[in-house]
């Protein structure tokens, strides 16, 4: 999609959120009964690879690998934690650059992290047990246990857990971004999308909505008629000794979270309180603390076989609760990210070997899904193409304008973006603008970002994707925008040359 391509330019407004694409949430599937009235099944079996240590340079190399970050590009260091283990073998436990850029602070292998977007494992496990034990029903409509909730008696648990419900994201809501800098109860946050109308007949299709968490946390109270946070802490925390794991507003020392300025610094994000997403992403927790529930799980320490194998979304062709299958280096893999302002990370666990990959980090800008992905290549392929950082070159600004104007998608590019999804964000025009003494790339209504000059005509922007730009001017004046990330490539034509400059 183009906003993918573009998603290093983009500033994005709602930060808690779990992305389409990654994830394939566009897949319906039928309501079903995970494991309710069976009788437990046995732990299953890992193949015999597990019993294949992970290589024993492997720290090494994810070491070196994440260390060229930043290189060229100070402000893209990742700052986070690394832990990747295969059976009960951690391999590697690893923390890179300041849990706290203001005071110095490092980073440790033990740093608490907020985890955002994770925190759907955890309510959603907690809801799981209740299930197994006979409290709570897959089939339960939410007015079973919310009396008088809009649209709640043809809503279920399972709606909920698989983000089927058709309730609307309350964090999409730009009234969010204010409100979000306070602290909030539960019952203040379900008023924040009580009644909102439904996007869509619940059952009959999957769409990502952090309000469906919310409401399971409130389900959670009202069943057991204890706080949310205790009940998880039952449930989940304690069976499996999660000691770094705590809920929202607690003073256990933890890092500070980052986010990328345009001028090309790190900024700190402050202001966010975390009770303002709830059971949806106001968690925080380690490293070591999300491998033990990985493992947990995995070992049927808390649920059933089959309910795990419901969580994690392996019995159908949907979503799993707050796990997704996905595919890594050609394995197939479970995984969910972790969003939330001023932080990003991934679980990513592999049945058929035992093997668990997890990167918490506190920055915004070096995204944990392309860490996870990479640092599983090097675990499956061995091989990594080594990432270089472009420089600056001293171009001046009289011989960059001629790439400044407004353009228009080509006709092959947009044909191509609706073929490959129909759903997609229509993106009907970008600017370059000159901007003091450099150039900007924006796309109206999503952000802006600095053009970096490479040579005369190239340029570079300082992303994740290493996205690259190329103005190729045509003999008639007009001129052809080439972008490019990894293996994608958008091509926009020139409709205009006067687009003004910011400054």
Known sequence: MLLQLLAPLQRSLHPVRVHLAAFALLLACDPHTAGEGREPEPEPEVTTRAAEALASDLDSRVVTYIEQYGRRWPTFRFHGAVLVARGDRVAVDRAFGLADILSGVSNEPGTVFRVGTLSAQLTATATMRLVESGVLSLQDPVSRHLPGWPGGDTITLEHLLGHRSGIPNYTDDLAFERWKKAPHTLEATLECFRGDPLEFEPGSDTAPSNSNY??????LEATTGLPYEQVVAQQVLEPLGLEHTHYALSAEPQ????????????????????????????????????LRLSRGLARGRLLSARNVKQMHG???SGLGYGWAPTELAGHAAVSWPGVIDG??????????????I???????????GRLVDDIATLIYDDEL?????????????????SAVGRYVPTRGTEEALAAADADADVIHEVFVRRDGDHLVFEVPQH???????ERKGQFFFKDGAQTRAQVILRADRSALLVLEAGEGELRLIRVADDAPATR
């Open 214 to 219: 919310v409401l399971l946390g409130a389900v």
């Open 255 to 290: 890092a500070v979270g980052m986010t990328y300025h345009e001028d090309d610094y790190l900024e700190v994000v402050h202001g966010v309180h975390l009770t303002s997403f709830g059971p949806a992403g106001g968690w925080l927790s380690t490293t070591g603390d999300l």
């Open 314 to 316: 392996l019995l159908d």
């Open 343 to 356: 932080f990003n990370g991934a679980v990513v666990y592999v049945p058929e070997d035992d093997t668990t």
């Open 358 to 368: 997890i990167v918490l980090s506190n920055s915004e800008v070096v995204p944990a």
């Open 385 to 401: 193409t080594r990432r270089e950082e472009a420089l600056e070159a001293p171009v001046p600004i009289e011989d960059q304008l």
């Open 447 to 453: 952000g802006r970002k600095r053009m970096y000059p």
